[in-house]
Nanobody, 117 residues
Framework: QVQLVESGGGLVQAGGSLRLSCALS????????MGWYRQAPGKQRELVAH???????NYTDSVKDRFTISRDNAKNTVYLQMNSLKPEDTAIYYC???????????WGQGTRVTVSS
């Protein structure tokens, strides 16, 4: 059974940094495209960034040049380094996994990020 467990959320002042981690267990990590979603209060869940097994990345425009997604296939872990955080980055961040272009199949429980102004 595939499980995703996020960590690293918290409270930070605007301009600060956080690094989120997501560990996958129960399957072969390298076959999955890994993504980070977020959901702010009253808003729809949005895809923030994703990374293929080979390391190709993609970001939503609002986080480009501030966030970096990476993965360590040896540790079965994907990371989201978030710099220059803004209050509008406040949300619950979810890790997700999919195979190829299929739907996102596996989800973590979420980790809360709060950015104070």
């Amino acid at each position: 059974q595939v499980q995703l467990v996020e960590s690293g959320g918290g409270l930070v002042q605007a301009g600060g940094s956080l690094r989120l981690s997501c560990a996958l267990s129960g399957s072969i990590f390298s076959i999955y495209v890994m993504g980070w979603y977020r959901q702010a209060p009253g808003k729809q869940r949005e895809l923030v960034a994703h990374i293929t097994g080979g390391g190709s990345t993609n970001y939503t425009d609002s986080v480009k040049d501030r966030f970096t997604i990476s993965r360590d296939n040896a540790k079965n872990t994907v990371y989201l380094q978030m710099n220059s955080l803004k209050p509008e980055d406040t949300a619950i961040y979810y890790c997700a996994a999919r195979v190829g272009l299929n739907n996102w199949k596996y989800w973590g429980q979420g980790t809360r990020v709060t950015v104070s102004s």
